[in-house]
């Protein structure tokens, strides 16, 4: 049979992803920020999509048109803000109409306006309480002032520049002075003289190299640092292993005048940097409400605060693709409709599957609901998806980045799927988070003079709880929580305090 080329025609069925389907699928892990500023940019760039109105704003179109035709003097006094205006508009003095308050709203009236005109208030509308916050200064232009202060020769504010480039977020030197020195081409003495009259600079210990240092800064300025505490400091290591008898021996000091200089070395701040160029913090809203029903079972509701809410413009539509001429007109027109119908039923459809997902939830982790962390069952994305019928990813999809406000507080969606400890008795399996749970009361209500060992607490939650858990997965589950081991947990407790 000879080789040749040649057409044919198939038929096959195939599975393909458009651009707007994975967008949509984009759409459903995405926060309600970030969903709100997607949608922001569609209604920029689609003239067919127009905000949807909410009950509030019709509300005050309905007020602002009942006010703005009063059918008589009654109702229309009833809207006047005071006899002043209510006399001005009847075309007499207010002590015709009101002489038992002659001066009264007068008074007030101007004081309204001149409290109003001080303000640089328009139109009756009050400035936003965020124009009067004012911005923190960056980090870097706030050691800059201080380092022309502090230093006058042009090759000092030159090392000083340096030394402000190659701060870490701590507020620590990330290099070497000797790096510095050899890239300047200057003496170690020389960037070493400058570093030593940074430390000075707000806040205090900002250019440390390390954090005994940081800490030694402090101190000096607070007149707290003698050979003692100098002495404390060289040999933080002992304290973080919390072996204090042979600290003790190394300073000089008995165990009161220990206690005392850790409690003043507690009161410092060995991050001197964190406190600026911080990000601000952000307030989570939740994405659910779930509440108690009335009926004893549980209500479920979308936050409609953060879902934005678009409309497609038919109308408008209409109009202007009466008056399309052109091919590249009418194209436009076509896919700007194709697109305001997708982004609608885009954002219908993310609602109600994060409706769907959240019942499920709610289904499976009623216990926790009521009962608290110890009743949260073990719970996978998979069982969720064959549940409700849906693929593994979009369960996956649906619960990043979300929040669910619950009588238990607030939590992200993924708090509610754990891993799976199994029973010792047969009998339903405990979650991860649960176990965590009762390992960690098990340490805080420990007997300082009995710590509990791995091997002890898995025997405890086995005879106590039904937890078939190893002493491994106990070790586990403690450095998670970052708890120490029975060892330092001892030193802890026996040797100090």
């Known amino acids: 049979m000879a080789l040749a080329p040649r057409l044919e025609l198939r038929q096959a069925q195939t599975l393909k992803l458009t651009p707007q389907l994975m967008q949509s699928i984009k759409l459903l892990q995405l926060s309600h920020q970030e969903l709100s500023t997607f949608v922001e940019a569609e209604l920029l760039h689609n003239p067919l999509l127009e905000r949807g109105e909410t009950d509030d704003n019709a509300a005050e ?9 009063p059918t008589d003097i009654v109702s229309k ?14 075309d007499t003095d207010a002590s015709n109409l009101f002489p038992e308050q002659v001066g009264q709203d007068s008074v ?12 640089g208030i328009a139109g009756g509308e009050r400035a936003e309480i965020d124009q009067y916050v004012s911005s923190q200064k960056p980090l870097s232009d706030h050691l800059s002032e201080q380092a022309r202060l502090i230093l006058r020769h042009p090759g000092d504010l030159l090392i000083a520049s340096a030394l402000i480039e190659n701060l870490n977020e701590a507020g620590y030197l990330a290099v070497e002075l000797q790096q510095v020195a050899d890239q300047l081409g200057t003496e170690f003495g020389h960037v070493e003289a400058v570093q030593q009259a940074l430390l000075g600079c707000d806040p205090i210990g900002i250019f440390s190299r390390d954090v005994p240092e940081c800490l030694a800064t402090q101190l000096k300025e607070k007149d707290r640092l003698d050979p003692m505490m100098l002495a404390l400091l060289e040999n933080l290591d002992l304290v973080a292993a919390h072996k204090f008898k042979p600290l003790m021996k190394i300073v000089g000091c008995d165990q009161d005048d220990l206690k005392d200089m850790l409690e003043e070395i507690k009161r410092l701040n060995p991050r001197p940097g964190m406190q600026y160029e911080g990000a601000p913090v952000q307030t989570v809203v939740p994405d659910v409400f779930i509440r108690r029903g009335n009926d004893g079972g549980w209500q479920i ?6 879902l934005p809410n678009v409309l ?11 008056k399309a001429k052109k091919g590249e007109e009418k194209s436009y027109l076509a896919e700007c409709l194709q697109t305001a119908n997708w982004l609608t039923k885009s954002l219908d ?13 709610v289904r499976m982790q009623d216990g926790f609901l009521l009962h608290g962390v110890s009743h949260l069952k073990p719970m996978t994305l998979k069982m969720v998806a064959e549940a409700i019928d849906m693929h593994e990813s979009t369960i996956s999809r649906v619960t990043a980045n979300k929040y669910v406000a619950t009588p238990r507080g607030l939590f992200e969606m993924r708090f509610f799927f754990t891993s799976a400890i199994s029973s010792s ?3 339903d399996d405990h979650s991860a988070t649960a176990v ?7 340490i805080d209500a420990e007997d300082p003079k009995k710590i509990l060992s791995d091997d002890k607490i898995a025997a405890i939650l086995n005879e106590t709880q039904n937890m078939g858990i190893a002493r491994r997965t106990v070790a586990k589950y403690r450095e998670a929580m970052d708890i120490p081991s029975s060892v330092l947990r001892r030193r802890q407790k026996r040797e100090l305090l």
């Open 61 to 69: 179109t309905e007020v602002q048109s009942s006010s703005a035709d």
């Open 77 to 90: 006094g009833e809207q006047m803000e005071s006899a002043v205006s209510l006399a001005s508009e009847m």
């Open 108 to 119: 007030s009236q101007s004081t309204t306006n001149w409290q109003d005109a001080k303000s």
């Open 301 to 306: 509701e979308l936050n409609n605060e953060v």
């Open 312 to 322: 497609v413009n038919r109308t408008y539509y209409a109009e202007v693709s009466s």
């Open 349 to 361: 459809q993310r609602a109600q599957t994060i409706l769907k997902v959240t019942k499920e939830i």
């Open 425 to 427: 008795s047969g009998d």
């Open 436 to 442: 965590k749970h009762e390992i960690k009361k098990l």
